[in-house]
């Protein structure tokens, strides 16, 4: 603590050395809660005017202690009439910097997002503005901008903004902390088919750590999906919930069944071309050494809280949740394959008797709506709630509407079939 006594001084000059510490104290303390000035440059002077919250954001990051708008976006734009040759960065403007963690990216399953939806069957009969200006899917699936020739490519001449990293290091502030909260997931963890902030946010998980973040007592996403800040992120069963080989015969009937609906599988078991496009997006383990090193990973994070048996027996449990959502599924995808099969569903010309659970939505029967969100909404939320610990996503908003999905659809076949003999006896 600073004392100042009066000793040796008169009034005046007392009451002076006090003033001066005053505004000497208190210049530190205002300094210290205002943002990093940045580097000075023209671009921040120009854009304080015209989008001074941008220049606002980027003053609170550290990266503005050493570098310039430049730095990410080239010298070429200097004006207004020239906007257009400022560079927009990539992964690749990232890594010059940040080469370990944008390695570790790359090898994950983040950075092949865009793949993903460029490789599936209609996705480039959808709306420009859903897929291409990211209104839709490619909203969250612009992951894999991955460098300048990436960004030059046809789909992105419709809307050319949208790269990885600031997804979860939000620009202009880049901040570590804000991407290491698990709000950071929640824009694309949520919803519909992966609900994974829903489900975490509500399990136990989530509630001890957003009652006390102070002392962090609950795991967040980024504890057990980048442990030590390892930016792979990737799930041992996969967003399709498929692996190979599997020991249990009983299941690996079930899952034959919904490769062949996936079209990795032909109507015989053989390998479609399908499978090359599961593999480039990295959508599934295809085999045990991969399977079981990513649940390794994800496990050695579960024990550093939990005896190692509570973990082996939580694993089992949920693994076998997926297993009977399999066996509905399996079930729903055969009754609907029969139907094709037998001419009471049209089969379009070059496509299987299997229903083509890839198009998602893109079909024309109201049985194989049925079956799509019995696969994209229902089964997920059946097998990740129960490894995300939430029993009453697992049930209610899973496992439970899968048995009405299937009902559904055993009636649907009932009338169908139905009408499809009268109409073949009139």
Aim: proline fraction near 4%.
């Amino acid at each position: 603590m600073i004392e100042i006594t009066g000793e040796g001084l008169n009034k005046g000059e007392f009451i002076m050395r006090k003033v001066v510490l005053f505004v000497a104290v208190t210049a530190i303390i205002v300094g210290s809660a205002l943002p990093v000035l940045a580097v000075s440059s023209d671009c921040e002077d120009c854009h304080a005017t015209i989008s001074p919250l941008m220049v606002e954001d980027f003053n609170r990051g550290v990266m503005s202690k050493t570098m310039t708008c430049a730095d990410c976006h080239g010298e070429e734009h200097t004006s207004a009439d020239d906007a257009d040759k400022a560079k927009l960065p990539t992964i690749a403007t990232c890594q010059a910097c940040h080469e370990e963690q944008a390695e570790q990216y790359l090898a994950g399953k983040h950075a092949k997002g865009l793949l993903a939806i460029e490789v599936l069957p209609f996705t480039h009969g959808q709306p420009d503005a859903y897929i291409e200006g990211q209104k839709g899917c490619g909203g969250c699936h612009t992951l894999g901008m991955l460098d300048e020739e990436k960004r030059q490519s046809e789909s992105r001449e419709y809307y050319k903004y949208g790269m990885d990293c600031q997804n979860c290091h939000t620009r202009h502030a880049f901040s570590k902390a804000e991407a290491q909260e698990p709000e950071a997931c929640m824009t694309c963890h949520m919803g519909f088919d992966h609900p994974q902030w829903e489900m975490w946010s509500t399990s136990k998980h989530g509630v001890a750590y957003l009652l006390d973040r102070e002392t962090h007592r609950g795991p967040k996403c980024q504890d057990c999906h980048m442990a030590e800040g390892n930016h792979f992120v990737r799930t041992p069963w996969g967003f399709l919930g498929v692996r190979l080989p599997e020991e249990d015969e009983e299941w690996m009937g079930y899952r034959a069944t919904i490769l062949m609906g996936l079209g990795v599988l032909d109507a015989e078991g053989q390998p479609t071309p399908l499978l090359d496009v599961v593999v480039a997006g990295d959508m599934a383990r295809l085999d045990a050494e991969t399977f079981n090193a990513e649940r390794k990973r994800i496990t050695d994070v579960c024990v550093k809280c939990h005896s190692p048996s509570y973990v082996d027996d939580n694993m089992a449990n949920a693994d076998k949740m997926l297993k009977e959502a399999d066996k509905l599924f399996a079930e729903a995808i055969t009754i609907i394959m029969n139907l094709r099969k037998d001419g009471v569903i049209t089969v379009k010309e070059g496509d299987g008797v299997y229903p083509q659970l890839l198009s998602f939505y893109e079909v024309d029967t109201k049985v194989e709506q049925i079956l799509y969100e019995m696969f994209m909404d229902h089964r997920m939320k059946t097998f990740m709630g129960a490894f995300h610990i939430n029993p009453d996503y697992t049930t209610w908003y899973g496992y439970a509407k899968m048995k009405k999905d299937l009902v559904e659809i055993k009636e649907l076949d009932h009338h169908m079939r139905k009408a499809f003999e009268a109409e073949k006896a009139s």
